[in-house]
């Protein structure tokens, strides 16, 4: 199965990656973007016998691995078969 | 408004980081997962008059800044007002 999972700065965190972007697009003249947050995405392949199995193994990978619970959120956006 | 965008490598685009979160996953004990493809999220400000411009806006943008388009695609995943 597959889990897309979404890793995210936490609101008050400042993200400058997502400011620098924000400016190159306002200098590139694209004036109606108003700011950007970058975040990153994991697609995982996951061997689980159902959804609850895989999205029991991702939300754990998620926690320990991917994100970095001090600064970032995650969410698992969906399981695929 | 609020668009997400994803930006993902192409199938065919090997991704050397999503193998090295793969074998970091097996060797910490995650058996279960196979393999990890990791792409960028973007939440992008727009100021736009309806979903339609902002759609228009996000589209723009990514093929023109957040997206490589020789190796990677991009999705609107949503637009939220």
Redesign the interface.
């Known amino acids: 199965m597959k889990a897309l999972v979404?890793?995210?700065l936490k609101a008050d965190v400042l993200d400058p990656q997502?400011k620098a972007?924000a400016h190159?697009?306002a200098a590139?003249g694209?004036g109606?973007?108003?700011?950007?947050?970058?975040?990153?995405?994991?697609?995982?392949?996951?061997?689980?016998p159902d959804e609850a199995?895989a999205r029991g193994?991702a939300a754990?990978?998620s926690e320990?691995?991917?994100a970095n619970p001090v600064i970032e959120d995650y969410a698992i956006l969906r399981i695929e078969p």
């Open positions: 979404h890793v995210t997502g972007i190159a697009c590139l694209h109606a973007v108003e700011g950007v947050r970058q975040g990153k995405l994991f697609e995982i392949e996951i061997s689980a199995a193994v754990e990978v320990k691995l991917l």
